[in-house]
C-alpha cells in the first residue's frame, strides 16, 4: 500500500491530488512504528525488548535526518518526482524482506475492529498513559525543529551555503548511534530516568545552540540535542508500552499519532517565531518546552516499578 501509494504522490500531475496521495501515504507510513514496537514484544524475551526498542527508535531518528538530506539531493539532481519514485522501489525491496522476519504471536481469540477501538478509548482513562503520550509530543517538535532553526542560522547568520547544512545534519547521525546506549541504560537505571536525562541533554543542547557564535560549537551544541532527544525516546516507548500492558500495539499507535503531531507542530512553531523574534529565540524556546516535558514526566509519570 504504501509502495502504491508513493507511486501515485510521484506521478502527482496537480497539487490537489498530490495533498490527498500525501494524505493517505502518511497514514500508511506512521503505522508503521507501532506494528514495529509490538512486532518486538511478540517475538522477542523481555531482556531483549529495551536495547531492540532502542533500535528501532533510532532507525526513525536517523531517517529523519537522511531523508531531509535524501530529498534536498534528489530534488537539485532529479527532481521531486524521482525522490518519491526511487523511494517506491526502496519499499518493494522492504516489503519482500519482511517476508523474511520471524512471525509473531497471534491472538487466541478474534477481535473486532469496534472492539479495538472501545479499547483504545479505554486507555484514555490510565492518566500516566496519557502523560506519556503528551510528553513525545515535544520530542519530535524540537528534533524537527531545532534542524529547521538550524538551516536558517546557518543561512542568515552564518552565510554558509544548503551543502554546509547537509554536511552539520549527517554529523548529527554519530549521536543518534550513540543513543544506543539507553537501552542498556534503561536496563539498570528505568525508562523514567533515561527519559529525563535525555530531554535536560537536549534542552542544555538547544540552550548552546542560542548562543553558538561559531560553526564549530553550533555543530557541537547539534550533536548534543540529538544525543539528549535520541536517548528518550527509547525510554517513552518503554513506559507507553508498560502502562498500555495487554494493549501495547493500541497504545503504541496512540503514541505514534502523538509522535507526529509534534513533527507536524514543529514548522508552525518556527514560522510564528522566527520571523518575528529570530531564530535564536526559538532555540531558547525550544529549550524551555524541554525543559517543562522533563517536569512533567518527573511529576506526571508515576513508574510502579523502583526504577
Same mark, same amino acid.
Given at each position: 500500500? #504504501? !509502495?502504491?501509494? !508513493?507511486?501515485? @504522490?510521484?506521478? +502527482? ?7 490527498? /496521495? ?17 512486532? %518486538?514484544?511478540?517475538?522477542? =524475551? ?6 531492540? !526498542? ?17 530529498? *534536498? ?14 523511494? =517506491?522501489?526502496?519499499? @518493494? ?30 486507555? /484514555? ?50 549521536? %543518534? ?21 535525555? @530531554? #535536560? ?20 551544541? +547539534? ?6 532527544? +535520541? ?24 503514541? =505514534? ?13 518556527? !514560522?510564528?517565531?522566527? *520571523? ?12 524551555? %518546552?524541554? /525543559?517543562?516535558?522533563?517536569?512533567? +514526566?518527573?511529576?506526571? %509519570?508515576?513508574? *510502579?516499578?523502583?526504577?
Amino acid at each position: 500500500m #504504501l !509502495t502504491l501509494m !508513493t507511486v501515485l @504522490v510521484g506521478l +502527482s500531475p496537480s497539487l490537489p491530488l498530490l495533498i490527498l /496521495f500525501r494524505v493517505f501515504e502518511g497514514v500508511i507510513a506512521a503505522s508503521f512504528p507501532a506494528v514495529a514496537i509490538a512486532y %518486538i514484544g511478540d517475538v522477542l =524475551a523481555p531482556r531483549y525488548r529495551a536495547i531492540t !526498542t532502542t533500535v528501532v527508535s533510532c532507525g526513525f531518528l536517523v531517517a529523519s535526518v537522511l531523508g531531509q538530506v535524501y530529498g *534536498s539531493l534528489m530534488n537539485r539532481s532529479f527532481g521531486w518526482h524521482a525522490a518519491f519514485l526511487w523511494l =517506491a522501489v526502496v519499499y @518493494v525491496l522492504l516489503a519482500i524482506s519482511i517476508l523474511l522476519l520471524p512471525k509473531g504471536t497471534r491472538p487466541s481469540t478474534q477481535i473486532s475492529f469496534g472492539a479495538v477501538c472501545l479499547r483504545t478509548i479505554r486507555l /484514555f482513562r490510565n492518566i500516566r498513559l496519557v502523560v506519556s503520550w503528551i510528553v513525545a509530543v515535544p520530542i519530535l517538535l524540537c528534533f524537527i525543529g531545532m534542524y529547521s532553526g538550524l538551516g536558517v542560522l546557518l543561512s542568515n547568520g552564518f552565510g554558509r551555503s544548503a551543502g554546509e547544512l547537509i554536511e552539520v545534519q549527517l554529523l548529527g547521525i554519530p549521536g %543518534i548511534v550513540l543513543s544506543l546506549v539507553a537501552g542498556y541504560a534503561i536496563r539498570y537505571y528505568g525508562a523514567k530516568r533515561v527519559l529525563i536525562s535525555g @530531554v #535536560l541533554i537536549g534542552c542544555l543542547g538547544l540552550l548552546l545552540e542560542a548562543v553558538s557564535h561559531s560553526i564549530g560549537l553550533l555543530t557541537i551544541s +547539534s550533536i548534543i540535542v540529538v544525543l539528549g532527544l +535520541s536517548s528518550a525516546v527509547p525510554g517513552i516507548i518503554m513506559l507507553v508500552g508498560h502502562f498500555g500492558n495487554e494493549a501495547r500495539g493500541s497504545a503504541t499507535a496512540v503514541y =505514534a499519532f502523538f509522535v507526529f503531531v509534534g513533527a507536524s507542530l514543529a514548522p508552525l512553531l518556527e !514560522t510564528a517565531l522566527v *520571523s518575528s523574534y529570530g531564530v535564536r529565540c526559538f532555540f531558547v524556546v525550544l529549550a524551555g %518546552i524541554l /525543559f517543562l516535558t522533563a517536569l512533567l +514526566s518527573g511529576f506526571g %509519570i508515576r513508574y *510502579s516499578s523502583s526504577k
